[in-house]
């Protein structure tokens, strides 16, 4: 069954210093990725997303992430965190095997703080 | 595009009472899921509809809950009779048939005491 896994419950980092946030997914067959960021009280917004090609994502609010097949990974980066980025990140895989694009099957997550 | 409202923002119950969580798609979506979120379980699809039909809603914990999109801007999510472990946030998204990307609403939570 497909899974996917954040090994990170929580993550604090200073403001400016850089950010990489784990994704590991399980699924037999090349993976339609996710990443979601949600703020406190808000719903889910998509940063980006990896379907095909080049393995090198660049999102919104100066993320990017980048697919790695040999280590089923997905991992998200900043390279200069901002105070505004404080909020749960969710990486996602669409379960295609559900029959229909946009069932996604979440991380439990990885809340982020930003220190001063 | 105001997006996706879900309304109410926040319901208060008592155990036993039914609950309605409403959602209102992005126009011209044409999918729509139910998704809650719980401490313990994180996110879960619930169910959900294309083109108003309910097309996998082997999500849904129990015969308590119930979905309904009778129309392609509107549906619900009932719970009747409810009980404190539905307590929850409840996440309605859309997205275009062929596009793997969802719109969530700010989504519901609920608070069954």
């Known amino acids: 069954a497909q899974s996917v896994t954040q090994p990170d419950i929580h993550i604090t980092v200073s403001e400016g210093a850089s950010l990489e946030l784990r994704c590991n997914y399980s699924?037999?067959?090349?993976?339609?990725l996710f990443w979601y960021v949600q703020s406190p009280g808000q719903g889910l917004q998509l940063l980006l997303k990896?379907?095909?090609?080049?393995?090198l994502v660049q999102g919104i609010k100066g993320f990017e992430a980048e697919f790695k097949r040999s280590q089923s990974s997905f991992n998200l980066r900043k390279p200069s965190v901002h105070w505004s980025d404080a909020a749960e990140y969710f990486c996602?895989?669409?379960?295609?095997?559900?029959?229909?694009?946009?069932?996604?099957?979440f991380g439990k997550g990885t809340k982020l703080s930003v220190k001063p | 595009d105001a997006g996706v409202i879900q309304s109410p923002r926040h319901e208060v119950t008592e155990m036993g009472q039914e609950v309605t969580l409403r959602c209102k798609p992005i126009?011209?979506?044409?999918?729509l899921f139910w998704y809650r979120q719980t401490m313990m379980r994180g996110l879960e699809l619930l169910i959900y509809?294309?083109?108003?039909?309910?097309?996998?809603d082997s999500g849904m914990p129990e015969d308590r809950f119930s979905a309904k999109m009778p129309n392609a801007s509107f549906s619900t999510l009932k719970i009747q009779p409810s009980e404190p472990r539905d307590s929850a946030v409840y996440f309605c998204?859309?997205?275009?048939?062929?596009?793997?990307?969802?719109?969530f609403g700010q989504g519901t939570r609920l608070t069954v005491v």
């Open positions: 509809f294309n083109n108003n039909v309910p097309i996998d």
């Open positions: 699924y037999g067959a090349t993976p339609y």
């Open positions: 990896y379907f095909s090609g080049d393995t």
């Open positions: 998204a859309s997205s275009t048939l062929g596009n793997t990307e969802a719109f």
């Open positions: 126009s011209g979506h044409n999918s």
């Open positions: 996602a895989v669409g379960d295609l095997n559900r029959g229909s694009q946009g069932n996604l099957i």
